[in-house]
């Protein structure tokens, strides 16, 4: 079955910290762009980070900038997301996809060809 499934969401105190992961089973990352959005309860979706499967290029939005961190293992097949210094802003669902191509600022794909269910993060102040 081909599929991405996030996992790692969770309940944190701000200041605290999760690691998302974004796995792919059924197809490889190839040439993909790997984007997290997340979405919050009345709030638009966003999108927070991108990494280029090609040469590792990454992408944050700035209000995550030097907390968040994105990273592949193509051996796993697997983008992680390091959240650190969560704030009750960053509470919401995360989702993962893949597709062409990562840009500044972190855009939705022209072309989208799998994503997730999305995993919940909450963050209590």
């Known amino acids: 079955e081909v599929q991405l499934v996030e996992s790692g969401g969770g309940l944190v105190q701000a200041g605290g910290s999760l690691r998302l992961s974004c796995a792919a089973s059924?197809?490889?990352?190839?040439?993909?762009?790997i984007r997290w959005f997340r979405q919050a309860p009345g709030k638009e979706r966003e999108g927070v980070s991108c990494?280029?499967?090609?040469?590792?290029?990454?992408y944050y939005v700035d209000s995550v900038k030097g907390r968040f961190t994105i990273s592949i293992d193509k051996a796993r097949n697997t983008v992680y997301l390091q959240m650190n210094n969560l704030e009750p802003e960053d509470a919401a669902v995360y989702y993962c996809?893949?597709?062409?191509?990562?840009?500044?600022?972190?855009?939705?794909?022209?072309?989208?060809?799998?994503w997730g269910r999305g995993t919940q993060v909450t963050v209590s102040s």
């Open positions: 996809e893949a597709g062409y191509y990562c840009t500044i600022p972190v855009l939705p794909f022209e072309r989208t060809d799998y």
């Open positions: 990494i280029s499967s090609n040469d590792g290029s990454r």
């Open positions: 059924g197809f490889t990352f190839g040439s993909y762009g």
